[in-house]
């Protein structure tokens, strides 16, 4: 007779970082039931991720959580490469047209509120260590003897997924990098730049503030290579920083060191039946360019809706097939850029050389020091396969519209929402038409419906259907009234 599971619900989450607190936050606020799974008994100050990019801020924005992040860290109109090279940001076309640095535990700290608050359950000291799956869900297993079930479950547990593992999914790849430091560390002398980065024929190196007191290093010494988990010293991390950015700033009281290696590395396949693969543990490249956390932020954003949608009967499983479709492309994009990036880093010629080797290795498919170069590594720019028939629009990233006249009120948003992602705060699809909007009546349990503020504007005649994460799902110009209902019906269902 088979073993009761001590926890069912509809999907399991197996990590606890940025990319599994929002799933599970958009999961829970969707009504889903959903429980995350953390090896972790406490939470941790340790972190690598200190950029959060404009397209993520928009996400962010779209869950009320953006304007406390940035309260709590520092917005850069530019990512520096290295100490000569830097990306200009400050002209993207985003209500965000800047990096922020923040560190990566003030990110979950916000995702796990909101996660909790919407519902989700969050178990700590679960470390899994079995996997099974049939045509109905999955089985997990933990250290502690428990079995969790669920109707899917999603592997967000970083570069060493054990859920990866269980699933037998490849991880190919090359280590980019060896012998990386990192260290929190005092400093006697304020450093004069946010992110001040030094790189030359010694190495690498960066420091970056918690907005504490303390700072984290990041390192590499081209001459003095020590393997994984070895403990750098004061001297030695006050030897690198000196050697490659002229000053050591009275480093000093190292709290916390460590050795890694960078690799680029990314699974063929997202999904493998009733089980999928997020962030780190789907695809990791180099900290340069800071996109390793943003990717999987929107990986997550990507599949939340769909997940959504499958279990609550208003899609179908092709709809999940599309994750693998849509976001494989967009990590092998960032493993390209984030490679060319410390390629830069790392070269030992002169700057010109450097440059013209790391624009090289994109294979001549994005030129990352021009404004179309910034809006990638933002993620502003990132846009999904669409039909060939389809409106030029479709699979598209939305900007922050204006709106008016919405369908209903939005929690989370103020009494009259006035932009598009204040309007995404309802989870929803979000129709925006200038006069169509009364043939969506019957599927107005599954939408907000808005018109654009300015009726004379660009959208004078298109109608826009945006899915929950901010990107075109259908457009068309003027379309009569059987045509957007078979456009709703296939993105909604049935009306009720």
């Known amino acids: 007779m088979a073993v009761k599971p001590t926890t069912e619900t509809d999907v399991l989450i197996v990590g606890a970082g940025p990319t599994g607190l929002l799933l599970a936050g958009d999961l829970a606020a969707a009504g889903v039931g959903v429980t995350v799974l953390e090896k972790r008994a406490a939470e941790s100050n340790l972190t690598r991720a200190f950029a959060v990019h404009a397209r993520s801020l928009e996400l962010l924005d779209a869950r009320g959580l953006a304007e406390e992040l940035i309260a709590t860290g520092l917005p850069l109109g530019t990512l520096k490469v290295s100490d000569r090279v830097g990306i200009d940001l400050a002209s993207l076309p985003s209500r965000f047209p800047f990096v922020l640095v923040t560190p990566q535990?003030?990110?979950?700290?916000?995702?796990?509120?909101?996660?909790?608050?919407?519902?989700?359950?969050?178990?700590?000291?679960?470390?899994?260590?079995?996997?099974?799956?049939?045509?109905?869900?999955?089985?997990?297993?933990?250290?502690?003897?428990?079995?969790?079930?669920?109707?899917?479950?999603?592997?967000?547990?970083?570069?060493?997924?054990?859920?990866?593992?269980?699933?037998?999914?490849?991880?190919?790849?090359?280590?980019?990098?060896?012998?990386?430091?990192?260290?929190?560390?005092?400093?006697?002398?304020?450093?004069?730049?946010?992110?001040?980065?030094?790189?030359?024929?010694?190495?690498?190196?960066?420091?970056?503030?918690?907005?504490?007191?303390?700072?984290?290093?990041?390192?590499?010494?081209?001459?003095?290579?020590?393997?994984?988990?070895?403990?750098?010293?004061?001297?030695?991390?006050?030897?690198?920083?000196?050697?490659?950015?002229?000053?050591?700033?009275?480093?000093?009281?190292?709290?916390?060191?460590?050795?890694?290696?960078?690799?680029?590395?990314?699974?063929?396949?997202?999904?493998?039946g009733r089980a999928f693969l997020a962030g780190d543990a789907a695809h990791c490249h180099s900290p340069a360019g800071g996109q390793g956390m943003n990717t999987g932020l929107q990986d997550a954003a990507n599949l939340s809706w769909k997940l959504a949608a499958a279990l609550q009967g208003r899609a179908t499983d092709a709809l999940l097939d599309t994750y693998q479709t849509e976001r494989h492309p967009v990590g092998r994009m960032v493993l390209r850029t984030s490679g060319a990036l410390i390629r830069l880093g790392l070269a030992q010629s002169g700057p010109t050389r450097a440059l013209r080797g790391a624009l090289t290795a994109l294979?001549?498919?994005?030129?990352?020091?021009?404004?179309?170069?910034?809006?990638?590594?933002?993620?502003?720019?990132?846009?999904?396969?669409?039909?060939?028939?389809?409106?030029?629009?479709?699979?598209?990233?939305?900007?922050?519209?204006?709106?008016?006249?919405?369908?209903?009120?939005?929690?989370?948003?103020?009494?009259?929402?006035?932009?598009?992602?204040?309007?995404l705060r309802a989870g929803t699809f979000v129709l925006v038409s200038n006069d169509e909007l009364p043939a969506a009546e019957p599927w107005a349990d599954r939408m907000v419906s808005a018109a654009p503020a300015d009726p004379h504007g660009k959208l004078r005649d298109t109608v826009l259907l945006i899915r929950p994460d901010g990107y075109v799902a259908w457009a068309a110009v003027d379309p009569g009234q059987g045509e957007l209902r078979a456009a709703l019906t296939d993105w909604l269902g049935t009306p009720a």
């Open 105 to 272: 535990y003030n990110v979950e700290r916000l995702l796990t509120e909101r996660a909790e608050r919407a519902g989700a359950v969050l178990v700590r000291g679960a470390e899994v260590t079995a996997l099974r799956q049939d045509a109905d869900g999955v089985t997990l297993e933990t250290r502690d003897g428990q079995t969790h079930r669920a109707r899917y479950a999603v592997g967000t547990d970083g570069v060493h997924s054990v859920v990866r593992e269980q699933l037998g999914i490849p991880y190919p790849g090359e280590a980019v990098v060896d012998s990386v430091a990192l260290a929190d560390v005092r400093l006697d002398q304020e450093p004069p730049e946010a992110i001040s980065l030094g790189a030359n024929e010694a190495g690498f190196s960066f420091i970056v503030p918690f907005g504490d007191g303390w700072y984290r290093v990041v390192a590499w010494d081209r001459h003095a290579q020590q393997p994984d988990g070895a403990t750098p010293t004061v001297e030695q991390l006050t030897d690198i920083v000196r050697a490659t950015t002229g000053n050591d700033y009275g480093l000093h009281d190292v709290r916390w060191s460590s050795t890694f290696h960078s690799d680029e590395r990314q699974v063929p396949n997202y999904r493998s």
């Open 363 to 423: 294979g001549g498919h994005l030129d990352l020091f021009t404004e179309r170069g910034a809006r990638m590594v933002s993620g502003i720019d990132i846009s999904y396969p669409a039909p060939k028939d389809a409106h030029p629009q479709v699979g598209k990233r939305v900007p922050d519209l204006r709106l008016t006249a919405l369908s209903k009120p939005v929690e989370g948003a103020p009494a009259a929402p006035e932009r598009l992602y204040e309007a």
